[in-house]
RNA sequence: GCGCCCUUAGCUCAGUUGGAUAGAGCGUUGGAUUCCGAUUCCAAAGGUCAGAGGUUCGAAUCCUCUAGGGCGCGCCA
């Protein structure tokens, strides 16, 4: 209906343009947009005030022009113009009832659109390190890259779901040496556990499978281990500089293929504990990337190569720097370090010319906000490899902070005392985990009331618009309980112009919206926008069914009134399924 | 200190990308229902859009400054 209008006013203004009322070369963008007013019709169009500041001419005027150029449409019964020269459009009846047809012929692809045109996008999401289970944190990034993904998706772009693995790094080494010295102390050695290792119970349970499959085959004593390693930090020392010397240690005596082995141990489990948790969020990818692969694929040195060759590399105190001022950044980095190891950075670098190369026409990297100050020298390396940026996209993710009874849940990563996403999970179900996650902006600091989100109530939004779906169901199930026939015949013959009643009204005008809201979510990446849709139009079905009958009326109305319901229920399952959440059949 | 983000009703938040008289939910107050599920519905009260300037036909929305809050400023990942 919006993009009807749309196209009758470019008609009409192209008329005007012809005739040489309007000056040809005038630009302009069409926006139609619906009424806040019912007063003002169902669509109104500002372009007369913006047309008038261009040509130099009373803004009534031109909207007198451009209406009296609009062709004929059936379904529009009424132009007026409002105002200081709004155009405002009122709808015909029967354009309004077509939904319900559309609806039910479209079923589960109402609302999908073709704006996209098969684009490939690529959105990569959560991507937190394998160092431990995932979590609330995370779980925001999840349900929001994933909402974004399957809008996106539903909005005719081809989406490539990717999650980066930090399968190397320091991170990793202190994880694989953590599970390490549980195994040992597994074996009976004694030792103080370092204060920068991974302490969480999942360490342990890693260890413990490690012992079982190899027995004592990385033991060694641990006098042996500890013998020259600086102190560590409550012993007076630098728990960065002991942890670093273990890490040392331990490959040194275990060697390259044992200390391997301990590594994936702890990699491997902590990573299908992720793909199990993501799945069970119902959060699915189409590719895990490596970043171990980075190297090995001699990406990360084809990367530096070309920087280096194209001048934006430099060394300096023995270390490689890129010149990540020149493209914005307020300082250099350095990619390759005097040690001769590379940096995550470079790592980075590498991975995105990788998906530049993979030909992707929008690349869009969800991150927690806390990551906000890489996005210039990513950006920078992407101009420096002569990439556009602007086909980066990185949307940031605020944090949530957790209520229960009131109060603010404490949490610190350090101390291994955080709510992990599987325990909310548990606490409050997947659904309302993913309704809630949605239903603020993203760069919105979010506040999660727990006691909310599980409580079966009416001021619960998730059990109030599945409610609505169950209740139409619960409608639709009585029809056989009392003989009453509405099959597809019914539906096809139904007199949907008995549908009069304000609260009808209301109710396809929702309906309408619908396709609009999926195209607006999908392209400014704000699945908010259809969490709240959802909610109004659970009110809507709620206020309708309050107010009127459904079985009780003559058969047309009743058939009219059970078509209409019959194609909320497809809305409301429809926008459930793109987040994720079920669309039950009772409660 | 520098940079990025946030600030809208008592609370939690929307606000269609610059449009018409700023909206929901919760909470508060008052009301409805012999019923297809009371996990429902209707109504009222509640606002200096953090503050001050500016841009223009028109600003919660764009620009500048100020205040408050969050985050970031490693040869860590």
Same mark, same amino acid.
């Given at each position: 209906m919006k993009t009807h209008i749309q196209q009758l006013l470019a008609g009409a203004l192209q008329t005007l343009q012809q005739q040489g009322t309007l000056p040809a070369d005038l630009s302009f963008d069409l926006h139609v947009e619906r009424t806040r007013d019912k007063n003002h019709g169902d669509f109104a169009c500002a372009i007369a005030l913006d047309l008038a500041k261009k040509a130099r001419r009373k803004p009534r005027e031109v909207a007198e022009q451009i209406v009296a150029a609009l062709s004929i449409s059936a379904l529009i019964t009424k132009v007026e113009i409002a105002g200081p020269g709004f155009i405002n459009f009122f709808m015909a009846p029967q354009a309004l009832l077509r939904v319900v047809n559309d609806i039910l012929e479209a079923g589960e692809a109402y609302g999908r659109s073709t704006v996209g045109h098969g684009q490939r996008v690529q959105v990569e999401f959560v991507s937190a390190n394998p160092t431990g289970p995932l979590h609330v944190g995370h779980g925001r990034g999840a349900a929001y890259g994933a909402a974004v993904a399957d809008l996106l998706v539903a909005a005719g772009f081809h989406v490539h779901r990717e999650y980066y693995v930090n399968d190397a790094g320091r991170q990793m080494d202190i994880l694989a040496t953590s599970v390490w010295l549980r195994y040992l102390e597994q074996c009976g050695e004694e030792f103080t556990f370092p204060a920068n290792g991974y302490r969480g119970d999942y360490v342990q349970q890693i260890s413990m499978r490690l012992r079982q499959m190899h027995n004592d085959l990385f033991r060694r004593q641990a006098q042996q281990i500890f013998a020259g390693i600086p102190a560590d930090e409550p012993a007076g020392g630098d728990k960065e500089q002991h942890i670093d010397a273990l890490i040392e240690r331990c490959k040194q005596l275990l060697g390259a293929g044992h200390y391997r082995t301990v590594f994936d141990a702890g990699l491997n489990e902590i990573l299908a504990d992720i793909r199990d948790d993501l799945e069970q969020f119902g959060v699915a990818y189409e590719e895990w990337f490596s970043e171990r692969s980075l190297t090995s694929s001699g990406a990360v040195e084809r990367a530096l190569q070309r920087l280096k060759a194209s001048g934006h590399l430099y060394e300096q105190q023995g270390a490689w720097w890129f010149r990540s001022s020149a493209f914005g950044d307020e300082k250099d980095r350095v990619v390759i370090r005097d040690n001769g190891q590379h940096t995550y950075f470079a790592s980075d670098i590498a991975y995105h010319m990788d998906k530049m190369e993979r030909g992707y026409t929008r690349v869009i990297d969800i991150w927690g906000a806390d990551h906000h100050g890489y996005i210039p020298r990513i950006k920078a390396a992407l101009a420096a490899l002569g990439y556009d940026p602007n086909r980066l996209d990185v949307l940031l993710v605020q944090f949530a902070i957790l209520y229960r009874g009131g109060e603010k849940v404490q949490m610190s990563t350090r101390s291994g005392q955080f709510v992990t996403l599987r325990e909310l999970r548990g606490e409050v179900g997947k659904d309302a985990a993913r309704f809630f996650y949605v239903t603020r902006k993203c760069e919105q600091h979010m506040d999660f009331d727990l006691d909310l989100a599980k409580s079966e109530s009416n001021d619960n939004p998730v059990y109030y618009i599945q409610y609505a779906h169950a209740r139409i169901?619960?409608?639709?199930?009585?029809?056989? @309980? $009392?003989?009453?026939?509405?099959?597809?015949?019914?539906?096809?013959?139904? $007199?949907?112009?008995? +549908?009069?009643?304000?609260?009808?009204?209301? +109710? +396809?005008?929702?309906? =309408?919206?619908?396709? @609009?809201?999926?195209?607006? !979510? !999908?392209? =400014?990446?704000?699945?908010?926008?259809?969490?709240?849709?959802? $909610? @109004? +139009? !659970?009110? !809507?079905?709620?206020?309708?069914?309050?107010?009127?009958?459904?079985?009780?009326?003559?058969?047309?109305?009743? =058939?009219?009134?059970?078509?209409?319901?019959?194609?909320?229920? *497809?809305? %409301?399952?429809?926008?459930?399924? %793109?987040?994720?959440?079920?669309?039950? *059949?009772?409660?």
């Open positions: 169901c619960s409608v639709l199930q009585q029809l056989a @309980e $009392r003989g009453i026939s509405f099959g597809p015949d019914d539906i096809r013959n139904a $007199r949907l112009d008995r +549908l009069v009643e304000s609260h009808e009204i209301d +109710l +396809l005008h929702m309906l =309408s919206r619908y396709p @609009e809201t999926i195209e607006t !979510a !999908a392209l =400014s990446c704000q699945p908010h926008q259809l969490a709240h849709y959802l $909610r @109004e +139009l !659970a009110a !809507a079905l709620h206020a309708y069914y309050n107010a009127h009958a459904f079985l009780r009326e003559e058969p047309e109305v009743r =058939s009219a009134r059970l078509v209409l319901i019959t194609a909320t229920r *497809q809305v %409301l399952y429809n926008g459930l399924s %793109l987040l994720g959440m079920h669309a039950p *059949q009772r409660m």
